[in-house]
Nanobody, 121 residues
Framework: VQLQASGGGSAQAGGSLRLSCTAS????????MGWFRQAPGKEREFVAS????????YYSDSVKGRFTISRNNGGNTANLQMNSLKPEDTALYYC???????????????WGQGTQVTVSS
């Protein structure tokens, strides 16, 4: 599956941004979808993931209660609504697809190109 991420940008602390990931190629609904992020000088880290039907969602402790992941299998999209943004959320955000339920980057075989999120204090 090919992935295209969009929606990044700049926001003030406390603000909101919405990221979208559009998929093409093999059947989108067969994929477990995830969002990851990587800040300069740091390793790529898990942010959120969502199951095939959208009923199961997983979040890192750092974003739980502030970010919401969702998907629309009919539209081949997976979204990340980010509220109450903090400067430490600044990173390059990637969407990814996996054939297994996971929060580990190594289990995701397809990756989008990344979209930058910058949060200022």
């Amino acid at each position: 599956v090919q992935l295209q991420a969009s929606g990044g940008g700049s926001a003030q602390a406390g603000g909101s941004l919405r990221l979208s990931c559009t998929a093409s190629g093999r059947t989108f609904s067969n994929n477990f979808m995830g969002w990851f992020r990587q800040a300069p000088g740091k390793e790529r880290e898990f942010v959120a993931s969502i199951g095939w039907g959208g009923g199961a969602t997983y979040y890192s402790d750092s974003v739980k209660g502030r970010f919401t992941i969702s998907r629309n299998n009919g539209g081949n999209t997976a979204n990340l609504q980010m509220n109450s943004l903090k400067p430490e959320d600044t990173a390059l955000y990637y969407c990814a697809a996996s054939e297994v339920a996971s929060t580990r980057p190594t289990d995701f075989g397809s990756w989008g190109q990344g979209t930058q999120v910058t949060v200022s204090s």
